[in-house]
């Protein structure tokens, strides 16, 4: 069902099951779009992260991306990792790089690393200043830690096996630069600070919940929506994570993306919770998407999904 002129589109094959395993963090950036802070008591249960495994079997999903909040903070994280690892599943860690020098999380790095576990990183600038003016005081340099942490663990070494990407969003109401040669900036600076990693992933900060609570206290969130509007580029239909995959909320109910799990827009159609994926002959294949205003921050220039620009 599209909305505010945004066009249909419908689901392909399903391949990545992304699940937000709670909104705690030990983090509260400014443009966090799930409100995801150190308060938060959100938080899957034993009996809804046991479906996982058997949905990831059922419905022979390739990958599983976790997210959060920090999804290491949940209790269950390293028994899903393990689990979802001998099923043969990718796994997907979308970690803030902080919890690495956490305290009761000085051995994660080693155990992602065990697992052949992909990280996704959070590193919004190569700037220190930068980086702790939207995260807070001190990130960068946790930041450089974590990440030299992985390094000397074979993360960002062109190994298939250790994958390191970092994830890029911008600091203002802007677009995202082209997403080549802003990884080349990338990995210039960084070297010289010691860190190497695999890709740069540039996402277009979506107008909902701590960003778009911002945008209007500057009197600039109409503004935002009518760039991204204008800036609808038909070609990124094709490509946008909304059609392979499904974000599954806490408590376990499924939406089209984690934009619309923060906006509680559910799945259309009888298909809403885990529960209704653990039969085999279930199939969402060519159901509708549903779209409104925020969806055109995926379509914009470039495109923008959990996998980083949709055109080079």
């Known amino acids: ?67 959060g909040g920090a999804p290491e903070l949940h209790s269950g994280f390293r028994q899903l990792v393990d689990a979802a690892s001998k099923l043969g599943v990718e796994v997907m860690d979308r970690c803030n790089l902080t919890i690495l020098t956490e305290p009761g999380h000085e051995d994660l790095a080693e155990f992602l690393a065990e697992r052949g576990v992909t990280v996704i990183a959070s590193l919004p600038c190569y700037s220190s200043a930068n980086v702790d003016q939207q995260r807070g005081n001190g990130v960068f340099d946790r930041s450089l830690e974590g990440l ?22 911008p600091q203002t109401a802007v677009l995202p630069p082209p997403q080549g040669p802003l990884e080349e900036d990338y990995k210039r600076e960084l070297a010289q600070l010691g860190v190497r990693f695999d890709r740069l992933l540039t996402l277009a900060n979506m107008p909902i919940k701590r960003f778009a609570r911002s945008l209007q206290h500057q009197g600039k969130l109409d503004a935002y929506q009518t760039l991204l509007e204008q800036a609808h580029n038909p070609q990124n239909l094709r490509a946008v994570m909304c059609r392979e ?29 885990l529960r209704d994926l653990l039969d085999s002959n279930t199939r969402i294949e060519g159901a509708p998407i549903r779209t409104a205003r925020h969806c055109f921050g995926c379509t914009a220039g470039a495109g923008s999904s959990c996998g980083g620009a949709l055109q080079s």
């Open 148 to 169: 030299r942490q992985l390094n000397a663990l074979g993360y960002g070494a062109g190994n298939d096996r250790l994958q390191l990407h970092l994830v890029y969003n």
């Open 1 to 67: 069902m599209a909305v505010q002129g945004f066009p249909a589109l419908q689901r392909s094959n399903l391949s990545t099951l992304q699940v937000n395993l709670g909104y705690r963090c030990n983090q509260s950036c400014s443009h966090c779009h799930v409100n995801a802070g150190p308060w938060r008591t959100e938080s899957m249960d034993p009996a809804t992260l046991e479906l996982i495994p058997v949905v990831l079997r059922t419905q022979q999903i390739q990958v599983l991306d976790l997210t």
């Open 245 to 273: 995959l499904i974000s599954v909320d806490w408590r376990g109910n499924l939406f089209d993306c984690d934009f619309n799990q923060q906006l509680d827009l559910p799945l259309m159609g009888p298909v809403r919770h």
